[in-house]
């Protein structure tokens, strides 16, 4: 039989191949964070019909002369270049931008994906569409401990934040210079015990004068509190403060009192004390992180997301559901924080979107069609040549 009928069926079967491909681009147009394929073509076994000969004295050398048996899928790559950015407004549609795959997990497999549409289930955890839980790093006590093995990222609904006692508490703003001696002014702050149980602390400042120096005595309401002075500095508007001020256990800070004329602006605020608080809400960082926010006004991190990256991400295999799986050509995930070490950084409320470039799909449905049409060409020609060969003997 003729070569070139094999030559031709191997064409069909390769381009047939191209269009496969390109008719999945296609379908994976509006499909998130869907990464174009490209067929690669090469030739199989030449037929060696002529040996090479080399040059000797009186003769010149000759050059082989080989028959190609056709063509076959060399094979097909994926193109990890960054897709466009959809804004979603879901504070749980996150994007890459940059290197970088999510890690997740599906019935104990560990799978890579680019497209963060995620959601919390009844759970807690956040997971794809498909039901795959992403990993990443918890956080103890607002802490997290990157680097280790990562785990489910989880929204602990119904976590407390413990409470916390009040350290101390600063005055701030103005006590006005243009005061009358003996003019009083009662500032109130609230401070917390260890339990969160709030109270209220009160201050007195006393407008006095001794020698000609002006300045304002401090004193608490609630015993034991000592009292303290204030001295005024007439050409900065700072005052000197005599001594440390504790009232009820607390160390009062007035140090960024000023005290200029016609102004009145004295506040005080508890430094740390908080009562315990339960999760409200939660934001997601460029860096991966979950940040749960309290009913106290606390803000603590409850995880952070991880990102892997592969030495060779072209060699990573399709799982499905837009997921990936580690072979050996891609070597082994190396994890990372988003935003450092070559990772891409994450952006919430927004997804990316499939890389494919249309123009260049329908120009290479064209070029397959094309090859395909002239590889059937080869076999009519090649049907003809036989026929002709058969019509020798009549």
């Not at 804004?87 to 560990?110: Q, R």
């Not at 119904?158 to 243009?178: M, Q």
Request: aromatic fraction near 6%.
């Amino acid at each position: 039989m003729l070569r070139s009928l094999y030559s031709g069926i191997s064409g069909l079967r390769s381009h047939q191949a191209m269009l496969d491909v390109t008719g999945n681009n296609i379908a994976n147009v509006n499909t998130t964070a869907f990464k174009a394929s490209a067929t690669q073509f090469q030739d199989t076994l030449s037929q060696l019909t002529q040996a090479a000969g080399g040059a000797t004295a009186t003769t010149g050398g000759t050059n082989p002369a080989q028959v190609g048996l056709g063509v076959q899928v060399a094979g097909i790559s994926t193109n990890f270049a960054q897709g466009s950015s959809q804004s979603t407004g879901k504070t749980t549609d996150l994007m890459i931008s940059g290197d970088g795959l999510f890690v997740t997990s599906l019935g104990g497999e560990t799978l890579y994906t680019r497209a963060g549409s995620f959601d919390f289930d009844s759970a807690g955890r956040l997971v794809s569409p498909d039901g795959a839980i992403v990993q990443g790093w918890g956080a103890e006590n607002g802490v997290v401990a990157d680097g280790g093995a990562v785990g489910n990222i989880s929204l602990p609904v119904g976590a407390i934040v413990p409470a916390k006692a009040s350290i101390g508490a600063t005055f701030t703003g103005n006590l006005p210079a243009d005061a009358a001696t003996g003019a009083t002014l009662v500032r109130t702050v609230e401070v917390y015990d260890a339990l969160g149980t709030s109270r209220t602390v009160s201050l007195t400042f006393t407008r006095t004068e001794s020698s000609g120096v002006k300045g304002w005595t401090v004193a608490g309401t609630e015993p034991p509190a000592n009292s303290v002075s204030l001295s005024d500095d007439a050409t900065s508007g700072n005052f000197i403060v005599s001594d440390t001020l504790v009232v009820d256990g607390i160390a009062m800070d007035l140090s960024g009192l000023k005290g200029f004329s016609n102004l009145t602006t004295v506040t005080g605020a508890t430094n740390e004390g908080n009562e315990a608080g339960t999760l409200n809400s939660y934001t997601l960082g460029a860096d991966g992180t979950l940040v749960g926010l309290f009913s106290n006004g606390e803000q603590q991190a409850i995880g952070r997301i991880a990102l892997a990256t592969f030495v060779n991400p072209g060699g990573l295999e399709k799982a499905g559901s837009s997921a990936y799986r580690a072979t050996f050509n891609s070597g082994a995930a190396e994890l990372g924080t988003p935003g450092a070490s070559g990772l891409g950084s994450l952006t919430s409320g927004a997804l990316e979107m499939s890389n494919v470039d249309l123009s260049q799909e329908f120009t290479n449905l064209i070029v397959a069609q094309r090859g395909f049409q002239a590889n059937a060409r080869i076999i009519t020609t090649s049907d003809d040549v036989l026929q002709e060969l058969t019509n020798l003997k009549r």
